[in-house]
């Protein structure tokens, strides 16, 4: 194959590869913008559950049982965001050192092989969720998971461990206390109602804000993983772009060797001519 063809051909696998990233750049800008926008409403939507709960246990507040910590280890089932997961895992494990070990959750299965080499075994193991749309059917059943193992006695607090955002590309591990609640005591009793237990309204009350708060931090994640993500594809299309233009270059200085050396070849031809024919006369 001439040296033409080849640079032709990493053309359109430039090209190919140029047509990937942007679209994967674009797909990221999307999931983080969104991700983003809604951060605000659900921290004050949490705010508001959490100020309910002070005034459920202004009255009667909940025990809290001795035993294990629990972790919810957020991190990635998706590439391109670097040593993203490596540190995650590696925060959950100081945290599982620092305190009684309890059961670990691992959303992302990036993490197991990590966590593995650390001689732990998560108890469950659930896809991430990649987009916004993606966080209801993953919280719903891990905050149900959460709240039986807590009513067990299988854990007495339980910890988040997953990123937090700090800039695009930018993010930080951090570990987000969840349980027990720690609900504000600066507010007013409730009166008892005639309706509704006050332990089966705390109950309702803890898994809601259980699930604001993990839908919370997993808004941060996301828009941490995917600001990554698109500070990883622009670098990707800016080396692209920069290999492209070079192959450009070095296919245009081959065309122009190529013509010279058929130039030079002309003239050697036609002076061999001449030469043949002074000969012939």
């Keep these: ?18 047509e990937a990233v942007t ?26 559950v959490r100020g ?26 998706l590439g391109l965001v670097g040593d993203y997961t490596t540190s995650l895992v590696r925060e959950a494990l100081a945290l599982r050192a ?35 749309a993606g966080l209801t059917g993953v919280l719903l059943p891990l905050v149900d998971t959460l709240l039986a193992l807590q009513r067990n006695g299988e854990l007495a607090s339980l910890w988040l461990v997953a990123a937090r955002f700090e ?11 969840v349980l027990p609640v720690a609900a504000p005591t600066d507010v007013p009793p409730l009166a008892a109602s005639p ?33 990554k993500r698109l500070v990883t594809a622009e670098s990707a299309r800016s080396w692209l772009e920069e ?13 122009r060797e190529t013509s010279t050396q058929e130039v030079l070849e002309l003239v050697a031809a036609g002076r061999a001519a001449r030469r043949d024919a002074g000969d012939v006369t």
């Design 1 to 18: 194959m001439s040296r033409e063809r080849v640079l032709q051909q990493r053309l359109r696998t430039l090209a190919t590869l140029e």
């Design 195 to 227: 309706y509704c237990d006050a332990e089966r309204l705390r109950t309702v009350v803890v898994r809601e804000y259980l699930y604001a708060s993990l839908y919370e931090t997993l808004l941060e994640s996301l828009a941490s993983e995917h600001g």
């Design 167 to 177: 800039g695009a590309g930018e993010y930080r591990p951090v570990r987000v206390p």
């Design 52 to 77: 309910f709960l002070g005034v459920l246990s202004a009255r009667d507040p909940a025990p809290v049982s001795a035993g294990s910590t629990g972790i919810v280890l957020i991190a990635a089932d």
């Design 23 to 48: 679209a994967l750049r674009s797909l990221s800008a999307q999931h983080f913008l969104t991700a983003r926008s809604r951060l605000a409403a659900v921290r004050a939507y949490r705010d508001e």
């Design 243 to 255: 290999r492209v233009d070079a192959t450009h270059r070095l296919a245009a200085a081959l065309r």
């Design 98 to 132: 620092e305190s009684e070990p309890g059961p670990l959750v691992c959303l992302g299965r990036r993490a197991v092989t990590p966590l593995a080499r650390a001689g732990v075994q998560p108890a469950a193991v659930q896809p991430a969720p990649t987009s916004v």
